[in-house]
């Protein structure tokens, strides 16, 4: 995949994942990708809400190591 921007948001509880999402994305290109660091228990259902409804696409959620949840978003 090719990750135009990342986002650590290790750490912090909702809503400020979203929030540092929203401001990455805002920053990219149509098309582009945004990597998402979280740690937050609630993070994959909370991703999953905001691209729906913001109309995003949600590329993929993976678990990594020590509690970490990866999100890609691709920017509409």
Known sequence: MDIA???DARGLNCPLPILRAKKALAALQSGQLLRVL???AHAR????AFTSQ????LV???DEADGVTAHVLRRR
């Open 45 to 48: 259902e909370d991703f999953a």
């Open 60 to 62: 993929e959620q993976r």
């Open 54 to 57: 913001t109309g995003h696409a």
């Open 5 to 7: 921007a990342e986002v």
């Open 38 to 40: 979280t740690t937050d």
